[in-house]
């Protein structure tokens, strides 16, 4: 059972460019989501999705967009990278949030923008 | 989004001793969850309380959720150097926004 995939592990950007982080679940859960963990910092939600077709914004979604059109993959997509954009960023999926299941999570991806 | 503060942001303990992580929200939480993740990893599910006033126990972490379901601890009795991570609460909803988290050095 491979849970949450997370592609590619570890990416250097330059300011400008753009890239997709790949995540993966097979476990069929309704709820996903990407978040972004800057160095001894907490974890910042991005975007979610309830189920397949439907996004909606996090906490901190500017520079990034995301779209859900199975309920395996949830692709993160970064345009024009800035170095603001250095992170690590996690990607997790659960049953259903709102009962309150366990979440998975990716490896994570870190990301450095220069 | 909730808020969700978590106390101490940082705690230092010699090995051996006792650690307590405390998380206060400021509204009614319908469920809490607690994850832990080691340095260089990503967070893994520890545990969810539902009830008011809860108390679960895995070996020597203790969690309690409040009898008003507004703050929640999770309580470790004579830490081991593997239990050297940061940990967060999580309260339950679509949204699905963790606390601050609070990063615990064990020191041997």
């Known amino acids: 059972n491979a849970g949450v995939t997370q592609t590619p592990k570890f990416r250097i950007l330059k300011i400008g460019q753009s890239m997709t982080l790949q995540c993966t679940q097979d476990?069929?859960?309704?709820?996903m989501y990407w978040y972004r963990q800057d160095p001894g910092m907490g974890l910042k939600l991005i975007y979610y999705s309830v189920g397949a077709g439907i996004t909606d914004k996090g906490e901190v979604p500017n520079g990034y967009n995301v779209s859900r059109s199975t309920t395996e993959d949830f692709p993160l997509r970064l345009e024009l990278a800035a170095p603001s954009q250095t992170s690590v960023y996690f990607c997790a999926s659960d049953e259903s949030s709102g009962a309150g299941t366990e979440a998975f999570f990716g490896q994570g991806t870190r990301l450095t923008v220069v | 989004g909730q808020q969700v503060m978590q106390i101490p942001q940082y705690q230092h303990v010699q090995e051996g001793e006792d650690f307590t992580t405390y998380c206060n929200s400021s509204?009614?939480?319908?469920?809490i969850q607690w994850y832990k993740q080691r340095p260089g990893g990503h967070p893994v599910f520890l545990i969810q309380?539902?009830?008011?006033?809860e108390v679960k126990k895995q070996k020597r972490l203790t969690f309690q959720f409040g009898e008003a379901k507004k703050n929640s601890s999770l309580h470790i009795t004579a830490t081991q150097t593997t239990d050297v991570g940061t940990y967060f609460c999580?309260?339950?909803?679509?949204?699905?926004?963790f606390g601050t988290g609070t990063s615990l050095t064990v020191i041997p």
């Open positions: 999580a309260p339950g909803g679509n949204q699905f926004y």
């Open positions: 309380l539902v009830k008011s006033g």
């Open positions: 509204t009614t939480l319908s469920n």
């Open positions: 476990m069929n859960h309704n709820y």
